[in-house]
């Protein structure tokens, strides 16, 4: 017995394997301030920014980026601020360092905690700004359910007393195809 081919199929799925596959694109979302209080941090001091939930936004990554201004007096020419990462695999329970709240936290030697970036702060009451830095590159490429960060002070003077002067954003990644 002999089978029938339907050619009209067959004609369609060797014509659908010639089309290009899709590309798949970066969509942004809109930027997000971060909860995190760098106002008059001193030298050799760290502050935990409050956990952002990712939990319905579900993006791939975020990128970060951060403006701090030194203070008046004492920053070093060799001065920095250094920003780490944290995440969660528990839904927010256990965050490294006791990180996930808008606090001072003291980092162990060296820090249980992602560096992600530094930004120079090397003179006296001078805004710094920095390049976006990833997150999830510091998760092996896989942004936590729950993440944040931890701005560390190392130039040497305490920062700017003026809360506004600071400034802590995120932006979220997705992938769209167009």
Not at 43 to 49: L, M
Not at 128 to 152: D, M, R, T
């Amino acid at each position: 017995m002999r089978k029938r081919v339907c050619w009209s199929a067959v004609w369609l799925l060797c014509m659908a394997s010639l089309l290009p596959a899709a590309d798949i694109k970066s969509k942004y979302g809109s930027p997000a301030t971060i909860t995190c209080t760098l106002a008059s941090l001193t030298t050799t001091s760290a502050r935990s920014c409050l956990a952002v939930d990712n939990t319905s936004n579900l993006y791939l990554d975020v990128l970060v980026q951060v403006q701090i201004k030194s203070g008046a007096a004492s920053t070093s020419s060799t001065g920095y601020v250094n920003i780490y990462a944290y995440g969660t695999a528990d839904g927010g329970t256990t965050y490294a360092e006791g990180a996930g709240t808008d606090a001072a936290i003291t980092l162990t030697v060296p820090p249980n905690v992602k560096l992600i970036g530094r930004l120079n702060v090397v003179a006296n009451a001078v805004t710094y700004k920095s390049e976006p830095f990833s997150v999830a590159a510091a998760f092996g490429g896989v942004l936590p359910q729950k993440w944040g960060i931890i701005i560390e002070n190392q130039s040497g003077g305490t920062l700017d007393g003026t809360e506004g002067s600071h400034l802590k954003l995120y932006q979220g990644v997705l992938a769209q195809s167009p």
